[in-house]
């Protein structure tokens, strides 16, 4: 088998030397009714080309994004990434290397964390964030978990308009540590609240300013946690730490990394310097070798589940390593001019589209203020329209009923995003399509 | 002769690297895109003002960067990692073709069902796969890494509890654990009480069932633990376990080095996680991405978090709401991350799957455990081994006993590894031995590859024990970076680059 | 008249009257390596015998400190916070970890000698 490099001269060497009759007998600890003699009724080995050919044939099972209009956001968004990107992630030494814990042999890594951690400071408005978690949404319970620990309350308010599946991942963290966690506005804040956690733009597409929030937050003695699942937004919005948010969290898979289906994405967690001791998830710092030279570090770790086992900030092991890289490697090919500019471009592509959408018959536009994802209540439910135009080939956005099932006022609304990806003629497409399904 | 001092600070083909903020200059771009329209904006009065501070450069300055970046990184492509727990093998590059096809990779989560079967259909095979190589019922898929599939499984513990109306609120834990084992069970909520090894590296049986009682909700167990020892006992102890009316839960690491001989459904476990970045040869990335989905026995199946994937009339479909999930008879304990899970290591691991097959997958855990064996036995004489009479699992355990009064730790020997080209080994773990050297070689080291690493280990050890303490101190001395101060790192952290003052002010204007 | 007690988990106690001093001892901050952190409870904190107090990290492991006795906590090092290699270079002087106020004189007598303490030390 090719990857397996032992032929049956060496193993008959190996077991000499370790004194054992067969393979069969370094198991002999393993109970007699446990141990399998022969193997699992599963297909024996394949060569590459069938490999290929039966998960190529899976895959052209699938509508991929970039092969009609396409207008899906909700926390992940279609943008372009360049061929140097996804080129330079696959070198052997990127791809295959291992958490930098012999920093010696890892400057490679550890410098990269360290330019990632820079760039997400800067564009969330920040001081200090760390090296990844797994993505925008256990970010957030992160978040959470946090400020319960930095203000010591157990309560923690979240928007009603934050995505809901962050929302129920949030939950789920929260309440199996013994925190509540309530649904409500800024209104709900009280002495018990450890946090406020706000989406912006929020799940509908709406900008607010995170100013007032931030005061009130503070009046109570709670953190504002603010969550951006888009992160090409703060090339075009004031970022949350200018509006004083304590920890700003999101979703960087938008910059270097495909849809992928849902993962694997990478979550940005940024903070004060303050509470820099109380972040989870691994942080890459600066220092000197015994030669005074720069070099990078881990540090900080004590605060992690190897060393504190039971009293660990989190049980986190993992960033996302080769989806930083994607993200920090993009973001220097578009630097501070392409950035903006890629933001704009989104920005006009989706008032563009929202003006044009809304001019139909049946469709009205819901928020008056957004990046490159709306909101358009529709005359008709909006899940069966969406699978109508699936079956013409347009993928028409995400219902809302879709994450929110149970609420009756989300029935009709429709999610639509639009990136520096999608065309005037898909456009055309999904409004020509929509007006006759809605007519 | 004293080392020549370059002009440039290079070092033929050692290049040092700035930062790209060190590098970069305004108004450059390794991008074009169109000229906005710039229409009037709908972002309700926030638009960006003042530089986020990025720097610009153009593609061929980001590509030499990060080039030269990479040359400073071992990897399992260049070199062996000995390293115990982690697994390091070899990424097949199939797998990253496979994972780059447009109809998997360019495909998002919330399009409509009817237009992404073929990808509800990959998860489904890939459980399949899972469920039958590990003889259990169920496999939650959605867990992000391996912790985070601990994580779950305890969660699916707790809420079975809950369902049978159980106040238990302990969970016993070896002292030979990983430090996520303990740092999991109190995120659930959870007590963590310890159990002890016996002086045969295993889980001493007495003690366990002493601890057990109405109040313990579960065990979390690795096996082979973290010695490389396989816990013999595993029969009874999840027999103990399920009498007490807890739950077993096993750490999944080295899931590998039993693959296709040896089912944890078969021994009694009732949750256990998979690493496909460990087992099934997904790449670590420099420390991600992973996935750890979650196999689970029939007791707790039915709280399996969201979503589930269900077959029905009309092909694949998700379950991605409690109200929904009971019409199909679960009680998922909730959502543990937005949408469904790692597709992107999936379909590597799906890939590795198919390519090695059954008699593959058996031929991995055989040469696993075989080449670390050979590692144990072409050492044990002059290294010494606490557990070296018995044969070992996937890994070899070692301590630092062979090293006393020679003033050489296993931190100098390891660091003097790397100037042998080698990644060192997992150091000072597992705890229950004093200097611990844990090895694990994998399936996909070449026999010339282990006597290679032999040759040197065996030749370090004799450096040591004659008393020629050189190589030692101060090593490595051929690395990108000699060794770092990491007690300045920490007592004065520095996370991120700051612009020099007087960019600032420019800024500002 | 001042006395200076230990406990099994290296921590010393300074007895003046109805303060007591609290540190870890020379031995603990060796066996830890460079300090780069300390974590001092509140002032005003009341602490029970055998309770965490602080929390003092190293590069590779960070360890719990417990309070010897019971007491309320009167003052903090501060100088910890921007110095923790002080618990290194004078474990037993400068770098002190907290002041409490006695609570209960008769806890006194479980604390170690100096002389029991070093005997323990011996036997690790």
Same mark, same amino acid.
């Given at each position: 088998?090719?990857?397996l490099?032992?032929?049956s001269?060496?193993?008959?060497?190996?077991?000499h030397?370790i004194?054992a009759?067969?393979?069969?007998?370094?198991?002999?600890?393993v109970?007699?009714e446990?141990y399998l003699?022969?193997?699992?009724d599963?297909?024996?080995?394949?060569? +590459?080309l069938?490999?290929?050919?039966q998960l190529?044939?899976?895959?052209?099972r699938?509508?991929?994004?970039g092969?009609v209009?396409f207008?899906c956001g909700?926390?992940?968004?279609?943008?372009?990434?360049?061929?140097?990107?996804?080129?330079l992630i696959?070198?052997?030494?990127?791809?295959?290397s291992?958490?930098p814990?012999?920093?010696?042999?890892a400057?490679?890594t550890?410098q990269y964390?360290?330019?990632?951690q820079?760039q997400?400071a800067?564009?969330?408005?920040?001081e200090?964030a760390?090296?990844s978690m797994?993505?925008?949404s256990?970010a *957030?319970?992160?978040?959470?978990?946090?400020?319960a620990r930095?203000t010591g309350?157990?309560?923690?308010?979240?928007?009603?308009?934050l995505?809901?599946h962050y929302?129920?991942t949030?939950?789920t963290a929260?309440?199996?540590a013994?925190?509540d966690i309530?649904?409500?506005?800024?209104?709900?804040?009280?002495?018990?609240t450890?946090?406020?956690?706000?989406? &912006?733009p929020d799940?509908t597409?709406?900008?607010?300013?995170l100013?007032?929030?931030?005061a009130?937050a503070h009046?109570k003695g709670?953190?504002?946690?603010?969550?951006?699942t888009?992160?090409v937004?703060?090339?075009?919005i004031?970022?949350?730490?200018?509006?004083?948010?304590d920890?700003?969290v999101?979703?960087?898979?938008?910059?270097?990394?495909a849809?992928?289906?849902?993962?694997?994405?990478?979550?940005l967690?940024?903070?004060?310097q303050?509470?820099?001791r109380?972040?989870p998830?691994r942080?890459?710092g600066?220092?000197?070798?015994?030669?005074?030279?720069r070099?990078?570090?881990?540090?900080?770790?004590?605060?992690?589940?190897h060393i504190?086992?039971?009293?660990a900030?989190? &049980?986190?092991c993992?960033?996302?390593?080769?989806?930083?890289?994607a993200?920090?490697?993009?973001?220097?090919?578009?630097?501070e001019?392409?950035?903006?500019?890629l933001?704009?471009?989104?920005?006009?592509?989706a008032v563009?589209a929202?003006?044009?959408l809304s001019?139909?018959?049946?469709?009205?536009?819901v928020?008056?203020?957004f990046?490159?994802?709306?909101?358009l209540?529709?005359s008709?439910?909006?899940?069966?329209?969406?699978d109508?135009?699936?079956?013409?080939?347009i993928i028409a956005?995400?219902?809302?009923?879709?994450?929110?099932?149970?609420?009756?006022?989300?029935t009709?609304?429709l999610?639509?995003?639009?990136t520096? *990806?999608t065309?005037?003629?898909?456009i055309e497409?999904?409004?020509?399509a929509?007006?006759?399904?809605?007519? | 002769?004293?080392?020549?001092?370059?002009i440039?600070?290079?070092?033929?083909?050692?290049?040092?690297?700035e930062?790209?903020?060190?590098?970069?200059?305004?108004?450059?771009?390794g991008v074009?895109?169109p000229?906005?329209?710039?229409?009037?904006?709908?972002l309700g009065?926030?638009?960006?003002r003042?530089l986020?501070g990025?720097?610009?450069l153009?593609?061929p +300055?980001?590509?030499r960067?990060?080039?030269?970046?990479?040359?400073?990184n071992?990897a399992?492509d260049?070199?062996f990692y000995?390293l115990?727990?982690?697994?390091?093998?070899h990424?097949p590059?199939?797998?990253e073709?496979m994972?780059?096809l447009?109809g998997?990779?360019d495909?998002?989560?919330l399009?409509?069902?009817s *237009?992404?079967?073929?990808?509800?259909?990959?998860i489904?095979?890939l459980?399949h796969?899972l469920k039958l190589?590990?003889?259990m019922p169920?496999v939650?898929?959605?867990?992000k890494?391996?912790?985070h599939?601990?994580?779950c499984?305890?969660m699916?513990?707790?809420?079975a509890h809950?369902?049978h109306?159980?106040k238990?609120?302990v969970?016993?834990v070896?002292?030979?654990?990983?430090?996520?084992?303990?740092?999991?069970?109190?995120l659930?909520g959870?007590?963590v009480?310890?159990?002890?090894a016996?002086?045969?590296g295993?889980?001493?049986?007495?003690?366990?069932?002493?601890?057990?009682?109405p109040?313990?909700?579960?065990?979390m167990l690795?096996n082979?633990n973290?010695?490389?020892?396989?816990?013999?006992?595993m029969?009874?102890?999840?027999a103990a376990?399920?009498?007490a009316g807890?739950?077993?839960y096993?750490?999944g690491?080295?899931h590998?080095?039993?693959?296709?001989?040896?089912?944890?459904?078969d021994?009694g476990?009732d949750a256990?996680?998979?690493n496909?970045h460990?087992t099934?040869?997904?790449?670590?990335g420099?420390?991600g991405?992973?996935?750890?989905?979650?196999?689970?026995?029939a007791a707790?199946?039915?709280?399996a978090p969201?979503?589930l994937?269900?077959?029905?009339p009309?092909?694949f479909?998700?379950?991605e709401?409690n109200?929904?999930?009971k019409?199909h008879d679960?009680?998922p304990?909730g959502?543990m991350?937005?949408?469904?899970g790692?597709m992107?290591?999936?379909?590597?691991a799906m890939a590795?799957m198919l390519?090695?097959?059954?008699?593959g997958?058996?031929?991995?855990?055989g040469?696993?455990?075989?080449?670390?064996?050979y590692i144990?036995?072409?050492?044990?004489?002059?290294?010494s081994?606490?557990?070296?009479?018995?044969?070992?699992?996937?890994?070899a355990?070692?301590?630092?006993?062979?090293?006393?009064d020679?003033?050489?730790t296993?931190?100098?020997l390891?660091?003097?590894l790397?100037?042998?080209?080698?990644?060192?080994?997992t150091?000072?773990?597992?705890?229950?031995v004093?200097?611990?050297?844990?090895i694990?070689p994998?399936?996909?080291?070449?026999?010339?590859?282990?006597?290679e690493f032999?040759?040197?280990m065996?030749?370090? *050890?004799?450096?040591?024990?004659?008393?020629?303490?050189?190589?030692?101190?101060?090593?490595?001395?051929f690395a990108p970076?000699?060794?770092?101060d990491?007690t300045?790192?920490?007592?004065?952290?520095i996370?991120r680059w700051?612009?020099?003052?007087?960019t600032?002010?420019?800024a500002?204007? | 008249?001042t006395?200076?007690r230990?406990?099994?988990?290296?921590?010393w106690?300074?007895?003046d009257?109805?303060t007591?001093?609290v540190g870890?001892?020379?031995?603990a901050?060796?066996?830890?390596?460079?300090?780069?952190?300390?974590?001092?409870?509140?002032?005003?904190?009341?602490?029970?015998k055998?309770?965490?107090a602080?929390?003092?990290?190293s590069?590779?492991?960070?360890?719990?400190?417990y309070?010897p006795i019971?007491g309320?906590?009167?003052e903090?090092n501060?100088?910890?916070?921007a110095?923790?290699?002080?618990v290194?270079?004078?474990a037993?002087?400068?770098?002190?970890?907290?002041?409490?106020?006695?609570?209960?004189t008769?806890?006194?007598k479980?604390l170690l000698?100096?002389?029991?303490y070093?005997d323990?030390?011996?036997?690790?």
């Open positions: 088998m090719r990857y490099p032992l032929t001269a060496d193993r008959s060497a190996m077991l030397t004194g009759k067969s393979v069969d007998d370094l198991f002999r600890d109970p007699r446990a003699t022969t193997t699992v599963l297909p024996m080995h394949a060569g +590459e069938e490999v290929d050919r190529s044939k899976l895959a052209a699938n509508t991929a994004a092969s209009p207008f909700a926390g992940a968004y279609r943008h372009h990434v360049p061929a140097s990107v996804d080129h696959q070198r052997s030494e990127f791809l295959t291992y958490t814990y012999q920093p010696e042999i400057q490679g550890l964390l360290f330019e990632f820079t997400v800067m564009l969330t408005g920040m200090v760390n090296a797994y993505d925008g256990t *957030t319970a992160e978040a959470v978990l946090m400020a930095v309350r157990k309560r923690a308010v979240l928007s009603p308009n995505h809901p929302t129920e949030v939950r929260a309440e199996s013994g925190l309530i649904i409500g506005t800024e209104q709900t804040l009280d002495g018990d450890a946090c406020f956690v706000v989406q &912006n799940f597409g709406a900008i607010r300013d100013t007032p929030l931030s009130t009046a709670a953190l504002l946690v603010a969550v951006v888009e992160i937004s703060l090339g075009a004031t970022p949350p730490g200018d509006m004083g948010a920890i700003v999101g979703e960087g898979q938008s910059i270097g990394n849809l992928n289906f849902g993962g694997p994405y990478v979550g967690f940024a903070t004060r303050k509470f820099v109380q972040m998830g942080l890459c600066e220092t000197t070798d015994v030669e005074g030279r070099g990078y570090v881990l540090t900080l770790s004590t605060r992690e589940q504190r086992r039971e009293k900030t989190s &049980n986190i993992t960033n996302s390593g080769l989806c930083v890289l993200f920090t490697i993009h973001l220097s090919l578009l630097g001019d392409g950035f903006r500019k933001a704009a471009l989104n920005h006009d592509r563009m929202a003006d044009k001019r139909i018959k049946g469709v009205e536009l928020t008056p203020t990046f490159n994802e709306f909101t209540k529709l008709k439910p909006a899940a069966p329209i969406v109508a135009l699936a079956k013409q080939d956005g995400v219902p809302v009923s879709r994450l929110k099932p149970h609420d009756k006022a989300a009709n609304l999610l639509v995003a639009v520096e *990806t065309t005037p003629a898909d497409a999904f409004a020509a929509l007006t006759k399904v809605l007519s | 002769m004293t080392e020549l001092k370059t440039s600070g290079h070092r033929g083909l050692d290049h040092e690297v930062l790209i903020f060190e590098l970069g200059r305004q108004g450059k771009c074009d895109l000229e906005p329209e710039l229409k009037a904006d709908r009065g926030l638009r960006r003042g986020i990025l720097p610009g153009s593609e +300055e980001v590509v960067h990060y080039v030269r970046l990479s040359r400073k071992y399992i260049s070199g000995p115990g727990s982690c697994t390091m093998k990424n590059r199939l797998n073709k994972a780059r447009p998997f990779a495909i998002h989560p399009q409509p069902a *237009t992404i079967q073929g990808a509800l259909g990959l489904d095979h459980a796969w190589l590990t003889n169920a939650a898929m959605s867990p890494a391996g912790a599939g601990e994580y499984g305890m699916a513990i707790k809420a809950e369902a109306g159980q238990r609120h969970v016993l070896p002292e030979s654990a990983h430090g996520t084992n303990p740092a999991t069970a109190a659930v959870y007590t009480e310890e159990v002890p016996n002086d045969k295993r889980v001493d049986l007495a003690a366990l069932k002493s601890k057990l009682g109040h313990v909700a579960a065990i690795t082979p973290t010695c490389g020892l396989f816990e013999n006992d029969l009874e102890i999840s376990v399920h009498k807890a739950y077993f096993c750490d690491l080295v590998g080095r039993r693959v296709g001989r040896v089912r944890p459904g021994l476990i256990m996680h998979i496909l460990k099934f040869s997904t790449p670590h420099g420390g991405p992973g996935a750890g989905p979650v196999v689970l026995s707790l199946a039915p709280y969201l979503p994937i269900v077959h029905g009309n092909g479909e998700l379950i709401d109200a929904t999930a019409a679960a009680q304990f959502r991350c937005a949408f469904h790692q992107g290591m999936f379909v590597r590795y390519s090695h097959g059954a008699d997958l058996a031929q991995v855990s040469d696993a455990v075989l080449n670390a064996n144990l036995a072409s050492l044990k004489d002059e290294i081994a606490p557990f070296g009479n018995g044969p070992c699992m996937h890994e355990l070692f301590d630092d006993t062979f090293l006393k020679t003033g050489v296993t931190l100098d390891a660091k003097a790397i100037d042998e080209g080698y990644h060192p080994m150091m000072y773990f597992p705890l229950v004093h200097g611990a050297m844990l694990e994998t399936e996909t080291e070449s026999k010339h590859a282990l006597d032999i040759k040197v065996r030749g370090l *050890t004799a450096e040591a024990k004659a008393g020629n303490k050189a190589r030692f101190e101060g090593a490595p001395h970076r000699r060794r770092l990491e300045a790192a920490a007592r004065k952290p996370l700051t612009p020099p003052p007087t600032k002010a420019q500002a204007e | 008249m006395e200076t230990y406990t099994k988990d290296h921590e106690v300074r007895i009257g109805t007591a001093t870890i001892t020379a031995y901050a060796e066996q830890l390596g460079d300090v780069v952190f300390v974590e001092l409870p509140a002032i005003g904190k009341s602490l029970a055998g309770a965490d602080a929390v003092v990290e590069v590779k492991a960070a360890s719990e400190v309070a019971s309320e906590v009167i903090v501060a100088k910890l916070e110095e923790p290699a002080t290194n270079a004078d037993t002087g400068a770098g002190w970890f907290m002041k409490l106020k006695i609570k209960d008769a806890e006194l479980d000698s100096e002389a029991q070093n323990h030390v011996k036997g690790l």
